[in-house]
Nanobody, 119 residues
Framework: QVRLVESGGGLVQSGGSLRLSCVVS????????MGWYRQAPGKQRDLVAT???????DYADSLKGRFTISRDNAKNTVYLEMSSSKPEDTAVYYC?????????????WGQGTQVTVSS
């Protein structure tokens, strides 16, 4: 069974930085694309950033320059560095990964980690 677990969320002051991590565990053959999404109260879940297995990245236009996604394939981990945080960055942040197992392949989600940016 594949499992994604996020960590690193918490309270940060406006203008501050935070680093989120997400580890993929379980029985699988490979991990392809990985990404971060976020969902603010009362809003839909939106893309933050994605990174493929070769390290190519893509970001939501509004977040370019402030957020950085990276991954460590040896640790099956994806990271999200948040800088110059704003109150509107407050949301639950979810990790996502496209995983291939012996039986199938598909997208898996973590349980989410809360990020709160105080003004």
């Amino acid at each position: 069974q594949v499992r994604l677990v996020e960590s690193g969320g918490g309270l940060v002051q406006s203008g501050g930085s935070l680093r989120l991590s997400c580890v993929v565990s379980g029985y699988f053959i490979s991990i392809n694309a990985m990404g971060w999404y976020r969902q603010a109260p009362g809003k839909q879940r939106d893309l933050v950033a994605t990174i493929d297995s070769a390290g190519s990245t893509d970001y939501a236009d509004s977040l370019k320059g402030r957020f950085t996604i990276s991954r460590d394939n040896a640790k099956n981990t994806v990271y999200l560095e948040m800088s110059s945080s704003k109150p509107e960055d407050t949301a639950v942040y979810y990790c996502n990964a496209f995983v291939r197992t012996r039986a199938s392949q598909g997208y898996y989600w973590g349980q989410g980690t809360q990020v709160t940016v105080s003004s």
